[in-house]
């Protein structure tokens, strides 16, 4: 009969646990001027131009929209 | 002797084209009470901003000194980023260097480059996200009906 109060606690600790831990992430996500990193060649998506114009287009095919492709694309507000 | 007035050369030159970089804790803008502020946030990754420049030292020449000024901010985290930039793009007007984007949070910029047009009362009175050539008459209209 004791036990059952301190499994309560137990359970209400946890999900108290839980929901601190998460609070955590609420500040996830790059912010425009720190984007000086992403902003490098080298963090492309496609290392070839003629693969991405590929992607694109079969992309368009079959979504019938288009964009949101590389850096710029990603919105960087820069245009 | 070649030497020798290479030297005197260069020492000569590069203050001309050195750029006025101070730490972003300088930067106040009560100093530039009285006068038109055009306020850019601006690094050395961003393409458009590479492209602002050229304009904007023709716009610190084509206005006034004593009644406009270009201002801009800084936010590269390394700065040998942002001196290399300088060295290509000298500019001359003042850039204020921001690496850890205080100032920048403090305007909650919602892209880059951003830039501010500030009235002689000390008021930003528009915003400007990101640049190109097509939007710079505009922006130089607002700058002439604030002169």
Known sequence: ?79 | MRLFSALILSLIIFPAFATDVRDISEFNLKQYQGKVVYLDFWASWCKPCQKSFPWMNQLQDKYPNDKFSVVTINLDTKTGDMNEFLEHIPANFAVYHDPKGSFAEKFKLPGMPTSYLIDTNGTAVKRHVGFSKSKAPKIELEIEALL
């Not at chain 1, 209400?12 to 790059?30: D, K, N, Q, Y």
């Not at chain 1, 290392?47 to 919105?75: N, P, R, T």
Request: aromatic share 8%; with cysteine.
């Open chain 1, 1 to 79: 009969m004791k036990t059952r109060p301190l499994l309560g606690h137990f359970y209400r600790g946890l999900a108290l646990l839980a929901v601190i831990s998460s609070l955590g992430c609420s500040s996830m996500g790059v912010q425009p001027w720190e984007r000086d990193i992403l902003a490098n060649p080298e963090m492309e998506m496609t290392a070839d131009a003629l693969d991405l114009a590929f992607d694109e287009h079969i992309y368009f095919s079959k979504e019938a929209s288009s964009g949101g492709q590389g850096f710029a694309g990603g919105g960087c507000g820069c245009n």
